[in-house]
């Protein structure tokens, strides 16, 4: 780091210098693992590139339509792109869909019928999840009350525990979900190589269960996606890395036809499926995103990288660890005091380029059973593949960092976040 930013960082940040020594020695230290992450962002990139072509995406695919949305070419355009990258054949991508949960919900609720059974085979699902399924609070219009039988099989050790798995599913079993990302847990990302031994050893005994992926966080960590291994249906956000910190909102599902046409039929109407619905003249940003997408998600994973190592060498359990592998941007630390969560946050705030001023404070989220505290100052609003950083309020304190569309903000976001611990006497540094 030149003299010049490590004054400027002490002068008009208020960063310690010893701070700002302490990082600049751990980024050194990883520096060479940095390769092999811009190996599969490069890979991704020219993967993106190419479904663009292939699809002949024109200058004059960026308008949009009004009413009923009928023959918006743009908005079938961004779908059938969605559809190559994830090597599928279908796709629904649409900025009405509100988030992640709601694109995995249309999913589940649109393939499964009163009396089928939905398996999770990587453990309890993403919190909101456990609300959508009806395991976790009482909201009206859950799984459950539609009439959906829930079984859930744990990971052991990390990996998908097959035994259990076979028997546990019947006749009944419709749809087998499986978890990439850690979500609020303590386990790291399964890997696409644990994804596709899980699929193929199911498909041995069991041919007729849809397997379905939620690939939040996940999307070009590795050269392949879940859809490339065998996943029949896959779901995700785009206000996380397919995004590409550029989509406005939305969600995508992407798999086999017939069940993308149940899920888009879920979405609109029954015979209305796939062919209505505005884009709002997000398009362009869609797949603008799309394009920046695996280079930003490269600039995360090494900002997480450096969390990674800032922590550990602090004494703190750090998950996934430096030498795991990396199938989603999240990094979490186990800071098991509240304090330190508190202000973990809060330096990450203070980091963003929005409202850099403002302070987070834990607060009850909806479909979140604990308070949850969030530090997300994002161009776009709870983006978090911009540089954010959120963990529940509850035992052993864990943080999770993620996003960063450059890896320099990473760099602030760690350094401040370390400074507010330091000054608080929550950690030191020698
Ligand atoms: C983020 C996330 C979701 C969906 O969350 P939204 O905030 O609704 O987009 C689902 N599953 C996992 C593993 C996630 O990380």
């Not at 079984?151 to 599913?169: A, R």
């Not at 009944?172 to 850690?182: F, G």
């Not at 193929?200 to 397997?211: C, G, K, L, Y």
Request: hydrophobic share 40%.
């Amino acid at each position: 780091m030149n003299k010049y930013t490590i004054k400027i960082l002490c002068k008009q940040f208020g960063l310690e210098e010893k701070v700002i020594k302490y990082v600049n020695e751990k980024e050194k230290a990883i520096e060479d693992k940095f390769n092999a992450i811009d190996e599969i962002r490069e890979y991704n990139q020219f993967k993106v590139i190419k479904a663009m072509q292939d699809n002949r995406l024109g200058s004059t695919d960026f308008y949009w339509t009004t009413g009923y949305g009928y023959g918006d070419v743009g908005r079938d355009k961004v779908e059938s792109i969605y559809a190559s990258v994830f090597n599928t054949e279908d796709a629904l991508v649409r900025p009405t869909i509100a988030s992640g949960t709601h694109a995995i919900t249309l999913t589940l609720s649109g393939i499964l019928r009163p009396n089928d059974e939905l398996v999770a085979i990587s453990g309890a699902p993403y919190d909101t999840l456990q609300k959508v399924i009806g395991i976790k609070g009482k909201t009206p219009g859950t799984l459950i009350d539609y009439g959906v039988i829930y079984k859930e099989v744990p990971l052991v050790q990390n990996k998908i525990d097959i035994k259990s798995v076979k028997s546990i599913i019947s006749e009944k079993t419709k749809i087998i979900m499986i978890q990439r990302s850690t979500g609020y847990s303590d386990r790291r990302a399964l890997t696409i190589g644990e994804i596709k031994e899980a699929i193929s050893v199911i498909r041995e005994f069991n041919t007729s269960a849809i397997i379905m992926v939620d690939n939040c966080y996940g999307e070009f960590l590795e050269l392949r996606e879940p859809t490339d291994v065998g996943a029949d249906i896959m779901a995700g956000s785009l206000i996380k890395n397919p995004g590409g910190g550029l989509a406005l909102s939305g969600g995508y599902v992407v798999g086999k036809r017939n069940l993308v046409e149940m899920v888009a039929n879920r979405l609109t109407a029954p015979g209305l499926g796939k062919d209505c619905g505005l884009t709002f003249g997000t398009s362009r940003t869609t797949m603008q995103g799309l394009f920046l997408a695996p280079h930003i998600v490269a600039e995360a994973v090494k900002g997480a990288l450096l969390v990674a190592k800032s922590y550990k060498d602090l004494g703190f359990k750090v998950v996934p660890d430096l030498d795991d592998p990396r199938s989603d941007i999240i990094q979490g630390v186990e800071l098991k005091i509240p304090e330190r969560v508190s202000e973990f946050c809060k330096g990450i705030q203070a980091a963003s380029a929005v409202d850099s001023y403002v302070v987070p404070e834990a607060w009850n989220m909806p479909g979140y059973q604990d308070q949850v505290i969030m530090a997300a100052g994002g161009f776009i609003e709870g983006s978090s593949i911009e540089l954010s950083a959120d963990g529940p309020m509850r035992e052993p304190y864990y943080v999770y960092y993620q996003g960063g569309l450059t890896y320099d903000h990473c760099k602030l976001g760690v350094l401040k976040s370390l400074n507010n611990l330091y000054e608080k006497n929550l950690i030191s540094i020698d």
